[in-house]
Each structure stands twice: as structure tokens, then as C-alpha cells.
């Protein structure tokens, strides 16, 4: 027990909080604080993906045009659901039968991203150890006649370092095949991003999504500042292994923040940068997923899509480790 305090959220700790106005008008949110240098809000009510991130008080993430949208505003009758329920934030997980454009396959037409942010979580808890604050939740994607899977998240914020864990075991609890597509849309934002931000992705190769962005490519690791009537840029990597991990990282000299981000590539083989400069609308994804974003018609053109049997699971796991100092692979 620490002798200087009147009680422990003097330092950090876990809040719950309800939003009392606007389109997020309802929705539960837990506001953490790891007694150094993370201020973080999850969001009870998108699967537990992350709104708010800032580190040492430097904002890190970006907040789409929409802000906070409750899940029962998701209306995808004209195919822009996802765009108008797009808080973007810190994380937006993508999945978990379908990523990146809406789609027909097998005969299914497929929403854009996925349902699963805009899922809210079946039930959730959290704790405190003396080294970390845990948050625990489970989300289920499932409907008559359509796949059944299910998602347990764990996040554990470490308390004696600037760490945060992200894991999920997700679960075909169905009786048939499904696709399995997660994608993990990570959304950095101003002042961490600008254009004096240095993005550090090693690679083995990396190619552009579609052929208009053949002649950006060599710029694709090179921030630029807000520009009016920008359209979006998208690659691929395949991004080195270091100890077993992919690690990549982001800093800006100017705002003297950064982080890393390391993952396994047996269980998310692709990166996916999105590159997004435009005015209002700055913002750069880094995105590890066992799919890139170009729809789960073409990932199965192309013999990429992954499947879960009945029963069968996948377990994902992303570090993220922030820092004052400048990042070298």
C-alpha cells in the first residue's frame, strides 16, 4: 500500500462512463489510466475497440467526421454503413467473416469491414494486478442461416511499462465452414502524424493495391502535410521477422512520441498501410490482419481467404510499446 495517497485512482486506474448526448448517446465506455504515461478509452459498445490513445498527453489516434456513433445507427440498406458508424479512433477491428469492400461472394453480399464494430460486447469485466489492469470481453457475430463466430478479447495495460497487449481467441461456434477475416485498423492521427512522422516498416516487399497508386509507391513510407482533393493510397507488405514478430513503428520528432507495434505472422501474414493526407480527413492506417482490404471476393479469387471449421479457433496477438525516443530496426 502507498502511504501517499487517499486512494488508488490518485495514480490510474479503470472508470466506466456513459455517454449522455449525441449519435454515441448511451454507450458505455472504460477510461484507463496505467499510473505513467497511457490514457486510454475502450468502447464497451464497438467490441471493445479503442477510441482514445494518448501517450505522455500527446493525442495519438484520429477520430473520423461521424465521432461516436452507437451501434444500433448501423444501417447498411445503401451500402455506407460502415462510413457513417466510422468513429475510426485508435482501433477499429475489421471482420469476422468480412474485410474491405461490400461484396458478393458465394452468393452472400458482404458488408463493408465487416459487423463486428459495430457489434457491441455480450458481457465484459475487468481487474487490477499489481503490475497490470486487465479487460476482458466477449463479442459474438452470429444469425439465423449465417455463420456463428465469436470473439474473446483480452487487454492487459502494464502498469510498470508504456505496453499495452491486445490478444483474441476468435471461434467458429457454428455447425459449418466460415470465412475468417480480421483486420486490425489501427488509425494514427495528428500531432503523432504529420509530416515529419517516421514510419519504420521493414520489409521483404510491398505492393500497391490497385494501379493508380504505381506512381506513389516510392513515397508510400513518406508523410505529407493535409492536402485538399488527396485520395487515399493503399499497399501491402510483407513486413520482416525479428526473434519470430513482424515489428513496425511510428515517431515524430516534433511531438517526441511514437510507438512500435509487433504481431505474429502465422496468425496475420499481411500489413495494409492506408494512406490518407487530405485536409480534415488526415490520417494513416497500419493495419495487420490475415487479409488485406480488397474484399473477400478477391481473396478468394486469389486462394488467400482463411476458413474455420466448426469448433476450430485462431488466437491473434499485437504489443504495442510507446516511447519519447526515435525508433531503429
Known sequence: MNKYLGHPSQLGGIEEVILAQGKGKGMNLLQIKNTKAIDLTLVC?????????SYKGVNLGWFAPAGYVAPGLYDDAKGRGFLQNFTAGFLTTCGLTAVGGSCMDDGESTPMHGLISNTPCEHYHYYETEDEIIVEATVREASLFACHTEMKRTYKISKTEDKITLSDVITNIGNKTAPSMVLYHFNLGYPLLSETAQLSIPEHSSFPTADAFNAMYPNRKVMEKPQAGFS??????????ENGKAKIGIYNPDSSVGFTM???????????EWKMMGEYEYVLGLEPGNAWPCGRDKMRERGELKFLEPGESITTEIVLEFTDKPISF
Open 232 to 241: 487515399e493510397e493503399c499497399y501491402v507488405y510483407d513486413v520482416k521477422e
Open 45 to 53: 459498445d464497438r467490441c471493445m475497440d479503442m477510441s482514445r490513445l
Open 262 to 272: 509487433s504481431f505474429s505472422k502465422d496468425s496475420l501474414p499481411f500489413l495494409t
